[in-house]
Protein backbone atom coordinates (compact mmCIF):
# COMPACT_ATOMS: atom_id res chain seq x y z
CA UNK A 1 0.00 0.00 0.00
CA UNK A 2 0.92 3.28 -1.19
CA UNK A 3 1.77 6.54 1.41
CA UNK A 4 -1.52 8.99 1.73
CA UNK A 5 -0.52 12.16 1.97
CA UNK A 6 -3.11 14.80 4.12
CA UNK A 7 -3.04 18.07 4.07
CA UNK A 8 -4.41 19.96 7.01
CA UNK A 9 -5.80 23.91 6.83
CA UNK A 10 -3.52 24.04 3.20
CA UNK A 11 -3.94 27.89 2.77
CA UNK A 12 -2.84 28.00 -1.10
CA UNK A 13 -3.99 26.83 -3.79
CA UNK A 14 -0.49 26.87 -6.17
CA UNK A 15 0.96 24.77 -2.82
CA UNK A 16 -1.34 22.35 -3.47
CA UNK A 17 -0.79 21.66 -7.13
CA UNK A 18 3.17 21.62 -6.45
CA UNK A 19 2.41 18.81 -4.10
CA UNK A 20 0.70 16.80 -6.50
CA UNK A 21 3.66 17.38 -8.78
CA UNK A 22 5.58 16.07 -6.24
CA UNK A 23 3.59 12.96 -4.96
CA UNK A 24 3.15 11.98 -8.46
CA UNK A 25 6.83 11.83 -9.35
CA UNK A 26 7.13 9.27 -6.96
CA UNK A 27 4.01 7.12 -7.56
CA UNK A 28 1.74 8.67 -4.93
CA UNK A 29 -1.61 8.92 -6.05
CA UNK A 30 -4.00 9.52 -3.13
CA UNK A 31 -4.24 13.13 -1.33
CA UNK A 32 -6.75 14.15 1.24
CA UNK A 33 -7.37 18.12 2.26
CA UNK A 34 -8.92 18.43 5.95
CA UNK A 35 -10.63 21.45 6.24
CA UNK A 36 -8.89 23.79 2.91
CA UNK A 37 -8.81 27.19 2.81
CA UNK A 38 -8.73 27.08 -0.87
CA UNK A 39 -9.72 25.15 -4.01
CA UNK A 40 -7.66 22.60 -4.89
CA UNK A 41 -8.51 22.05 -8.36
CA UNK A 42 -8.83 25.23 -9.60
CA UNK A 43 -6.72 26.46 -12.87
CA UNK A 44 -3.93 27.38 -10.57
CA UNK A 45 -3.37 24.67 -8.63
CA UNK A 46 -3.60 22.57 -11.99
CA UNK A 47 -0.94 24.62 -13.87
CA UNK A 48 1.59 23.80 -10.85
CA UNK A 49 0.79 20.67 -10.57
CA UNK A 50 2.54 20.45 -14.03
CA UNK A 51 0.62 17.50 -15.56
CA UNK A 52 -0.69 15.84 -12.26
CA UNK A 53 -4.10 16.86 -12.77
CA UNK A 54 -5.21 13.45 -11.76
CA UNK A 55 -4.28 13.67 -8.16
CA UNK A 56 -6.12 16.80 -7.89
CA UNK A 57 -9.00 15.05 -9.45
CA UNK A 58 -9.32 12.05 -7.35
CA UNK A 59 -8.16 14.52 -4.12
CA UNK A 60 -10.97 14.14 -1.39
CA UNK A 61 -11.86 16.76 1.20
CA UNK A 62 -12.91 16.09 5.09
CA UNK A 63 -13.78 18.12 7.47
CA UNK A 64 -11.45 16.39 10.74
CA UNK A 65 -8.43 14.51 10.47
CA UNK A 66 -9.79 11.54 11.79
CA UNK A 67 -12.31 11.15 9.01
CA UNK A 68 -10.07 11.99 6.65
CA UNK A 69 -7.76 8.65 8.24
CA UNK A 70 -10.60 6.59 9.32
CA UNK A 71 -8.71 3.87 7.03
CA UNK A 72 -5.23 3.96 7.76
CA UNK A 73 -3.50 2.15 10.55
CA UNK A 74 -0.04 4.05 10.58
CA UNK A 75 -0.19 7.84 10.67
CA UNK A 76 2.80 9.98 10.64
CA UNK A 77 2.75 14.17 11.81
CA UNK A 78 5.61 15.99 10.07
CA UNK A 79 6.65 19.05 11.92
CA UNK A 80 9.96 20.77 13.22
CA UNK A 81 9.00 22.55 15.84
CA UNK A 82 9.46 20.91 19.21
CA UNK A 83 6.58 20.02 21.08
CA UNK A 84 5.43 19.02 24.96
CA UNK A 85 3.94 16.04 23.36
CA UNK A 86 6.10 12.62 24.08
CA UNK A 87 6.34 11.40 20.40
CA UNK A 88 8.96 9.09 18.70
CA UNK A 89 10.60 11.41 16.08
CA UNK A 90 12.25 9.99 13.12
CA UNK A 91 13.56 11.46 9.89
CA UNK A 92 12.43 10.86 6.39
CA UNK A 93 14.68 7.96 5.80
CA UNK A 94 14.47 6.67 9.40
CA UNK A 95 10.51 6.42 8.88
CA UNK A 96 10.55 4.55 5.26
CA UNK A 97 13.00 2.60 6.72
CA UNK A 98 10.68 1.06 9.38
CA UNK A 99 7.52 1.20 6.65
CA UNK A 100 9.75 -1.62 4.67
CA UNK A 101 8.83 -3.91 7.35
CA UNK A 102 4.81 -3.23 7.30
CA UNK A 103 3.19 -6.72 5.83
CA UNK A 104 1.12 -4.61 2.79
CA UNK A 105 -0.97 -7.66 1.96
CA UNK A 106 -2.68 -7.38 5.28
CA UNK A 107 -3.91 -4.12 4.18
CA UNK A 108 -2.02 -1.66 6.48
CA UNK A 109 -2.08 1.78 5.23
CA UNK A 110 0.17 5.01 6.16
CA UNK A 111 -0.40 8.64 6.16
CA UNK A 112 1.67 11.24 6.65
CA UNK A 113 0.10 14.58 8.18
CA UNK A 114 1.19 17.79 6.88
CA UNK A 115 0.12 21.24 8.75
CA UNK A 116 -0.95 24.76 7.03
CA UNK A 117 1.83 26.99 5.63
CA UNK A 118 1.70 29.41 8.47
CA UNK A 119 1.31 27.55 12.08
CA UNK A 120 2.04 23.13 11.05
CA UNK A 121 0.00 21.09 12.65
CA UNK A 122 -1.97 21.45 16.17
CA UNK A 123 -1.63 19.62 19.04
CA UNK A 124 -4.71 18.36 18.61
CA UNK A 125 -4.09 16.45 15.40
CA UNK A 126 -0.09 16.02 16.38
CA UNK A 127 -1.41 13.40 19.31
CA UNK A 128 -3.82 11.05 16.67
CA UNK A 129 -0.49 10.24 15.14
CA UNK A 130 2.16 7.42 16.27
CA UNK A 131 5.00 9.48 15.87
CA UNK A 132 6.38 12.51 14.49
CA UNK A 133 8.75 12.65 11.25
CA UNK A 134 11.02 16.21 11.41
CA UNK A 135 13.36 16.51 8.75
CA UNK A 136 17.18 17.25 9.72
CA UNK A 137 17.63 21.11 8.42
CA UNK A 138 20.53 23.53 9.26
CA UNK A 139 20.17 25.15 12.91
CA UNK A 140 20.81 28.51 11.04
CA UNK A 141 17.57 28.48 8.49
CA UNK A 142 15.00 25.70 9.01
CA UNK A 143 12.50 26.44 6.45
CA UNK A 144 10.79 24.00 4.05
CA UNK A 145 7.66 25.03 2.11
CA UNK A 146 4.77 21.96 1.94
CA UNK A 147 5.49 20.68 -1.46
CA UNK A 148 9.46 20.28 -0.52
CA UNK A 149 8.47 18.46 2.53
CA UNK A 150 6.06 16.24 0.69
CA UNK A 151 8.70 15.64 -1.95
CA UNK A 152 11.24 14.70 1.04
CA UNK A 153 9.12 11.93 2.73
CA UNK A 154 7.46 10.68 -0.83
CA UNK A 155 11.35 10.11 -2.18
CA UNK A 156 12.62 8.30 0.72
CA UNK A 157 9.41 5.82 0.43
CA UNK A 158 10.01 5.31 -2.75
CA UNK A 159 13.25 4.53 -2.63
CA UNK A 160 12.53 1.91 -0.02
CA UNK A 161 12.03 -1.56 -1.41
CA UNK A 162 9.07 -3.39 0.19
CA UNK A 163 10.92 -6.36 -1.62
CA UNK A 164 13.90 -6.30 0.72
CA UNK A 165 11.97 -5.78 4.10
CA UNK A 166 11.73 -9.07 5.90
CA UNK A 167 8.06 -8.90 6.54
CA UNK A 168 6.27 -10.45 9.59
CA UNK A 169 2.72 -12.11 9.32
CA UNK A 170 0.73 -11.61 12.13
CA UNK A 171 -3.01 -13.31 12.90
CA UNK A 172 -4.59 -9.65 13.47
CA UNK A 173 -4.45 -6.44 11.59
CA UNK A 174 -3.47 -4.09 13.15
CA UNK A 175 -6.35 -1.18 14.12
CA UNK A 176 -7.30 1.46 11.80
CA UNK A 177 -7.73 4.96 13.07
CA UNK A 178 -11.77 4.64 13.06
CA UNK A 179 -11.29 1.54 15.18
CA UNK A 180 -9.10 3.53 17.82
CA UNK A 181 -11.28 6.67 17.89
CA UNK A 182 -14.21 4.54 17.88
CA UNK A 183 -12.44 2.95 21.30
CA UNK A 184 -11.42 6.36 22.95
CA UNK A 185 -15.21 7.79 22.42
CA UNK A 186 -16.04 4.79 24.65
CA UNK A 187 -13.12 5.48 26.88
CA UNK A 188 -13.40 9.30 27.42
CA UNK A 189 -17.74 8.91 27.34
CA UNK A 190 -17.26 6.68 30.27
CA UNK A 191 -14.42 8.85 32.13
CA UNK A 192 -16.90 12.24 31.64
CA UNK A 193 -19.91 9.96 33.29
CA UNK A 194 -17.56 8.90 36.07
CA UNK A 195 -16.39 12.38 36.89
CA UNK A 196 -12.87 12.38 35.68
CA UNK A 197 -12.67 15.61 34.27
CA UNK A 198 -13.65 17.29 37.74
CA UNK A 199 -11.54 20.58 36.55
CA UNK A 200 -13.88 21.20 33.03
CA UNK A 201 -10.73 24.20 31.95
CA UNK A 202 -8.82 20.98 32.12
CA UNK A 203 -10.84 18.70 29.86
CA UNK A 204 -9.06 19.68 26.29
CA UNK A 205 -5.38 18.82 27.65
CA UNK A 206 -6.31 15.95 30.06
CA UNK A 207 -7.99 14.22 26.76
CA UNK A 208 -4.97 15.49 24.52
CA UNK A 209 -3.05 13.41 27.17
CA UNK A 210 -4.77 10.60 26.98
CA UNK A 211 -5.12 10.96 23.18
CA UNK A 212 -1.24 10.79 22.59
CA UNK A 213 -0.80 7.63 25.10
CA UNK A 214 -2.79 5.24 23.48
CA UNK A 215 -2.33 6.66 19.80
CA UNK A 216 1.58 5.67 20.41
CA UNK A 217 0.68 2.01 20.83
CA UNK A 218 0.44 -0.27 17.80
CA UNK A 219 -2.75 -1.89 18.98
CA UNK A 220 -4.36 -4.70 16.50
CA UNK A 221 -8.16 -4.81 16.20
CA UNK A 222 -8.75 -7.34 18.79
CA UNK A 223 -6.73 -5.60 20.83
CA UNK A 224 -8.75 -2.73 20.43
CA UNK A 225 -11.77 -5.00 21.05
CA UNK A 226 -10.77 -6.20 24.20
CA UNK A 227 -9.44 -2.69 25.85
CA UNK A 228 -13.61 -2.17 25.14
CA UNK A 229 -14.39 -4.90 26.44
CA UNK A 230 -12.67 -4.11 29.52
CA UNK A 231 -14.02 -0.40 30.14
CA UNK A 232 -17.63 -1.97 29.46
CA UNK A 233 -17.01 -4.38 32.11
CA UNK A 234 -15.49 -1.67 34.58
CA UNK A 235 -18.08 0.46 34.00
CA UNK A 236 -20.84 -2.60 34.34
CA UNK A 237 -18.93 -5.39 36.40
CA UNK A 238 -21.95 -7.61 37.34
CA UNK A 239 -23.59 -6.80 33.46
CA UNK A 240 -22.57 -10.42 32.58
CA UNK A 241 -24.21 -11.76 35.30
CA UNK A 242 -27.59 -9.63 35.19
CA UNK A 243 -29.15 -11.25 31.97
CA UNK A 244 -32.37 -13.23 32.87
CA UNK A 245 -31.52 -16.69 32.99
CA UNK A 246 -33.44 -19.04 30.48
CA UNK A 247 -36.34 -21.22 32.25
CA UNK A 248 -35.97 -24.57 31.49
CA UNK A 249 -39.29 -25.88 30.52
CA UNK A 250 -40.78 -29.45 32.05
CA UNK A 251 -41.09 -32.59 29.64
CA UNK A 252 -44.00 -34.45 29.53
Excluded: W
Aim: positive net charge; aromatic residues 8%.
Amino acid sequence: MKPVIILVETQLDQNIGKVARAMLNFDLTDLRLVRPKTEHNNDTARRLSAGAERVLENARVFETLPSAAHDLTHLYATTARPRELIKDVYSPKEVATRLESIHTPRGERVGFVFGSERCGLENEDIALCKAIVSVPLSRDFSSLNLAQAVILLAYECFQASPAKAALQAYDEPPATLAEYEGFFEHLTGELEKAGYFREKNRKGVMTRTLHNMFSRMPFSSQEVRTLRGVVATLVNPQGIYSRPKKTRTPQS
